[in-house]
Nanobody, 122 residues
């Protein structure tokens, strides 16, 4: 049974930084591509970042240069380091696996955790 449990979200001022963590179990983490996605109230789920099993990262345009995705295969954990946070980054952040794209458009993910809330406000 796939389990994805996020932590680390909080209220932060614009320009601030946060580190999100995702504890995983129930699947071969080291062999899996992993993702972060986010969803703000009233908006569709937005893909944030992907890290391949071999460690190569990919980022959405809105976070490129500010966010860093990483993984710890020994402890089955996924991370998202976020800096220079802005109000538009406020959302529920989810760790996810089994995400798909069609024609370059994000379609969704097979599994995601309950999420951790990030609020950027002064």
């Amino acid at each position: 049974q796939v389990q994805l449990v996020e932590s680390g979200g909080s209220l932060v001022q614009p320009g601030g930084s946060l580190r999100l963590s995702c504890a995983t179990s129930g699947f071969p983490f080291s062999e899996s591509s992993m993702n972060w996605v986010r969803q703000a109230p009233g908006k569709e789920t937005e893909w944030v970042a992907t890290i391949l099993a071999a460690g190569r990262p990919f980022y959405g345009d809105s976070v490129k240069g500010r966010f860093t995705i990483s993984r710890d295969n020994e402890n089955n954990r996924l991370y998202l380091d976020m800096r220079n946070l802005q109000s538009d980054d406020s959302a529920m952040y989810h760790c996810a696996k089994g995400c798909t794209w069609r024609g370059g458009s994000f379609q969704g993910c097979e599994s995601r955790g309950q999420g951790t809330q990030v609020t950027v406000s002064s």
